[in-house]
């Protein structure tokens, strides 16, 4: 309590406290903040697209995590889920070398950068998402312009970023949001992470500076008038 009294205050003197998502608008809200505005993501469809996508040799479905590879992601709630014909982890972290050793079936790829990690995530045929803390999830955006509906907890991030039966899956039962996951067209997820632009994110950002460069010209006018 002690610690958000404090950021509060912090806050308090910002014209607008910038946050990703609706449901952390909401939270901070409940919590006594003000000026809230939201500032959204974006991806990269240049980079992150469907096309060109790698050729597996394993079986399907292939069900893909992407992201740090560390116990606060969640990640063994998707690695020890039975019945999963092909699990791949794309990533580092800290727990990579503990989770393959642990799960030998499942496929770690390490790091991948650019076209190489999206011709990779193109390969696959479901996102999983287990974190539940990230407050918005970039990861789920680069997934869905390469064409993978995501499956994920109904939590802060996926719950703004995944149109539920629409571009993903949300369900308390991870398992359950896979298999429907599976039924939704690749099409319809590429298209909904097309409403993500940096442009428009940019965009979104200047138009929250735009009364600060007002009040900074008012300022200096009275200085001048002195």
Known sequence: AWSYRYLQRFHAAAVRTMVPTPTQRDKLTARGFTHLVLWSRGVDTEIFRPDDAMSWPWPRPAAVYMGRVAVEKNIEAFLRLPGIATKVVIGDGPDLARFASRYPRCHFLGARYGRDLARHLAAGDVFVFPSRT???????????????????????????????????????????????????????????AQRYSWDSATRDFLSYLAPLDSMRERAEAGVGSQ
């Open 134 to 192: 990230d407050t918005f999830g970039l990861v789920l955006l680069e997934a869905l312009a390469c064409g993978l509906p995501v499956a994920a907890y109904p939590v802060q991030g996926p719950l703004d970023v995944i149109a539920d039966g629409v571009c993903g899956a949300l369900d308390e039962d991870l398992g359950r949001a896979i298999e429907r996951a599976l039924t939704i067209p690749r099409a319809a997820c590429v298209a909904h």
